[in-house]
């Protein structure tokens, strides 16, 4: 394990069994955080634990539905039981359903809402409970550039916007306890959520696109790492979109960028 900037500190990271919330637990963990690995997948998180104790790390898994109110609450019991402590909770659990408005089903919308809203509400609830009781904690939410430009899917855009707006609400609540609240937002970042997608012409397109290309998880985990460390805690209520400068920019086609001529 490389440098300490999270010696001594708890991390609970949900969704941390694949994708980007794997690469943030062992990111984590290199920097010598105690690392809870929550997801509804136990499996996945198990493993991502194994391999991060192989590396030398110190991690746990835990199984827990976002969603659920019980489960959340076990979660950070076993995380308190487990390490003694909270300092960071990194609100990562998310699904995608991309469904146009008429397209979206009533079952669609609630299953969506429930996974990326109500979700990270029920785990900064019952972490930010006994933050409070510390004076002190991190919270990152995961959302994503869907909260900020129109590109996705109707109860996917509503929920990582309703996420935006929680994080300037939990930052106004939770200042006077020391607890900083921000958000990420990522860019289109090459995960198993959208490794059909990348095989399309509409994925190549999207490539295309945006100024940097494709983001790399390692990309959007350094932006997490910063928002959970000490580094950034005059900061608070913001929501930093990591995403190649896709929703700075339009795009009209390479002719149009031949300025000079
Ligand atoms: N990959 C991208 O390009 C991208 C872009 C913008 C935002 N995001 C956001 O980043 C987050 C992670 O995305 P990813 O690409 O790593 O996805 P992923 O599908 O690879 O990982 C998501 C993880 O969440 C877990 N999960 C799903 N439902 C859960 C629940 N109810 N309770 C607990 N865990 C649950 C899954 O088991 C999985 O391990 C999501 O919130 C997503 O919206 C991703």
Not at 109 to 119: F, H, I, N, S
Not at 168 to 186: F, K
Not at 216 to 224: H, S
Request: glycine letters at 12%; hydrophobic letters at 40%.
């Amino acid at each position: 394990m490389s440098s300490s900037r999270f010696a001594g500190k708890v991390i609970i990271v949900t969704g941390g069994g694949s994708g980007l919330g794997r690469d943030y637990c062992n990111a984590f963990a290199q920097e010598g955080g105690a690392v809870v690995c929550a997801d509804i997948n136990l499996e996945a998180a198990t493993q991502a634990v194994e391999d991060i104790r192989k590396a030398g790390g110190t991690a746990t898994a835990i199984e827990c539905d976002v969603t659920r109110a019980d489960e959340v609450d076990n979660m950070v019991k076993e995380a308190i039981h487990t390490y003694g402590h909270i300092d960071v909770l990194v609100n990562n659990a998310g699904i995608i359903r991309r469904r146009s408005l008429v397209g979206t089903t009533e079952e669609d919308w609630d299953k969506q809402v429930d996974v990326d809203l109500k979700g990270p509400f029920l785990c900064a609830r019952a972490v930010a409970l006994h933050m409070m009781e510390r004076s002190y904690g991190k919270i990152v939410n995961i959302s994503s550039i869907a909260g900020i430009a129109g590109c996705t899917s109707t109860a996917y855009s509503a929920s990582k916007a309703g996420l935006n707006g929680l994080t300037r609400q939990w930052a106004l609540d939770l200042a006077s306890h020391g607890i900083r609240v921000n958000t990420v937002a990522p860019g289109y970042t090459a995960t198993p959520i959208n490794a059909e997608l990348r095989q399309t012409p509409a994925g190549k397109r999207i490539g295309e696109t945006i100024p940097l290309g494709w983001g790399k998880p390692a990309e959007i985990t350094a932006a997490v790492l910063f928002l959970c460390a000490e580094e950034s805690d005059y900061i608070t209520g913001q929501t930093l979109a990591v995403d190649g400068g896709v929703t700075t920019t339009i795009d009209m086609g390479s002719e149009y960028l031949t300025f000079d001529k």
